[in-house]
């Protein structure tokens, strides 16, 4: 295979960054470059929506984001869903752990899977295939067909995986981890946005009874899957798979080997490399106690407010709102606050990732990583010992920007722990944040009780803040060495040839190996 240094004295005519339907390789860009990291953008531009680069920054996150809007589309009309079903709490619980325990092994083969067909057209199949059961969840009558549906809408938890390897694959190692965080920070904002919109469809077509409830959910959530197959179609064909173009049609043009322009990673390889660094295990684990417990946040916290804050001085047997205090609409309405924090926190986490990153290298991210932690354990273990409502509202944001910001430092790391295999990297790190989720729905459920499981909840993420002392990404420095690498916090090893096409750092390590 070629390297990406290689393609440079290829021949072809200058191609403008919005052309399209063309098969030559781009030579031209809108924004500022790096040719030495593959033509990956040094910049961010929020407000363009250009060829390559930011273009594929626009469709990452929202595509992310309807895919969030559609896998969160149950949990705020579940109290609806319950009573219209029949369903214990039991079986509630059952059906939260099946929505997260589908999307270990998607996440876990998607990053491979991003490695070999690229993000652009994994995305856009997640997507459209994805809707399948999102819609089908409209025709559940029983216990079991919920569990199936949810079983198989959680698979489109995946996209998250393609989303930052689609971001890695255009932007430079300057930026992103901003850009990681940003795209994902907006995309998991559809968790938030469906907590909020989607019980007020319910609301809006079963007002005056327009509606039955029961039909009423079952209208609300055909909403997302709708924007899902829209998103999908839209991306595949107005988007590219890297700075260059798409790589199907640089092979027909013969703009770069034919063998270099599809990656031939072997995804069991990918894994079994990712595995054996004790780093990705300490990240999985990470993730586990940030995403995965913000997944789990999101399948409870409606729950949480509508059934564990009531009156104390009344009986739920003659009350007809069972001494609730707060109605369906009014605790999504809380609940959603959690979630639209994705608008800001999680960028910040990536923000402060790569500021860390400037100045003090790769221990500058790890040490961001640890206050991030440690801010989302203090936050959450406060939150679980109030019953006070108005006191719990502003704790609930200041955690949501914690654990936000805790995905967005991660995933600033990952890109740099092993530059060959950044897909199977960052799906093995997703799939520990899924796996946190299921640990997390089990321990819910064996415990009973969500305000206690919340505090021991805090504990488990107390213990991935002092975790961060044992990161130590190859060729860097951790946190407790004196001596940090000069590397600026990526690890000049594993550079093999597919990397171009896989979204690594290739060019910039062999650049720096050269320098030496």
């Known amino acids: 295979m070629q390297s990406q240094d290689q393609y440079a004295g290829l021949a072809s005519p200058p191609l403008h960054a919005d052309d399209a339907g063309v098969h030559q390789r781009r030579t031209t860009f809108p924004i500022r470059t790096d040719p030495l990291q593959g033509d990956k953008a040094t910049e961010i531009k929020l407000l363009s929506v250009a060829r390559p680069h930011m273009r594929a920054f626009h469709y990452a996150w929202l595509s992310f984001f309807f895919a969030f809007f559609g896998w969160f589309s149950i949990p705020p009309l579940m109290p609806t869903i319950k009573k219209q079903l029949g369903l214990t709490a039991d079986q509630v619980s059952n059906s939260n752990i099946v929505s997260v325990a589908s999307t270990i092994l998607g996440r876990a083969v998607g990053g491979p899977m991003c490695d070999r067909y690229g993000s652009r057209t994994v995305q856009a199949v997640l997507l459209v295939v994805g809707a399948i059961p999102v819609a089908s969840a409209a025709l559940v009558t029983s216990y079991t067909g919920l569990m199936f549906a949810r079983f198989f809408i959680g698979l489109v938890g995946c996209s998250f995986i393609a989303t930052t390897y689609w971001t890695s694959t255009m932007f430079s190692r300057e930026v992103v981890g901003s850009a990681n965080a940003l795209a994902a920070g907006w995309g998991n ?102 995403f995965g417990v913000e997944l789990q946040v999101h399948n409870v916290l409606t729950e949480h407010y509508y059934e564990d804050f009531t009156y104390s001085d009344c009986d739920p047997q003659t009350d007809p709102n069972e001494c609730r205090r707060l109605t369906q609409s009014h605790a999504t309405l809380i609940s959603s606050l959690f979630g639209l924090m994705c608008l800001f926190a999680r960028a910040l986490g990536g923000y402060f990732s790569d500021v860390g990153n400037r100045r003090c290298g790769m221990k500058g991210r790890i040490g961001v990583q640890f206050l991030a932690f440690a801010g989302q354990a203090v936050f959450l273990y406060v939150y679980s010992t109030t019953t006070n409502l108005s006191t719990s509202v502003p704790l609930l944001v200041f955690f949501g920007i914690f654990v936000q910001a805790c995905t967005g430092s991660t995933y600033g790391i990952v890109p740099y722990v092993l530059p060959s295999f950044t897909g199977a990297t960052s799906g093995f790190v997703g799939a520990g944040g899924n796996v946190g989720a299921l640990c997390w729905s089990l321990m819910f459920k064996g415990i009973g009780n969500r305000t206690t499981s919340f505090k021991y909840l805090s504990i488990f993420v107390a213990a991935a803040a002092l975790a961060t002392f044992g990161i130590k990404v190859p060729g860097n420095a951790a946190l407790w060495e004196k001596d940090d690498s000069v590397h600026g916090g990526l690890a000049p090893t594993e550079v093999d040839d597919e990397s171009v096409h896989n979204g690594k750092e290739a060019a910039q390590a062999a650049h720096l190996l050269n320098s030496w």
């Open 189 to 290: 904002l559809g968790a938030g946005a469906t907590t909020l919109i989607t019980p007020q469809l319910f609301n809006l077509v079963t007002t005056g009874g327009a509606l039955s409830d029961d039909m009423g959910w079952r209208v609300a959530i055909l909403f997302p899957a709708f924007f899902m197959v829209v998103t999908g179609v839209a991306l595949y064909f107005n988007s590219d798979d890297c700075p260059q173009g798409q790589y199907n049609d640089l092979r027909k043009n013969n703009a770069i080997d034919t063998a270099a322009t599809k990656p031939a990673v072997d995804m069991k390889q990918g894994l079994l490399h990712v595995a054996k660094l004790p780093v990705t295990w300490i990240l999985a684990f990470q993730y586990a106690c940030s």
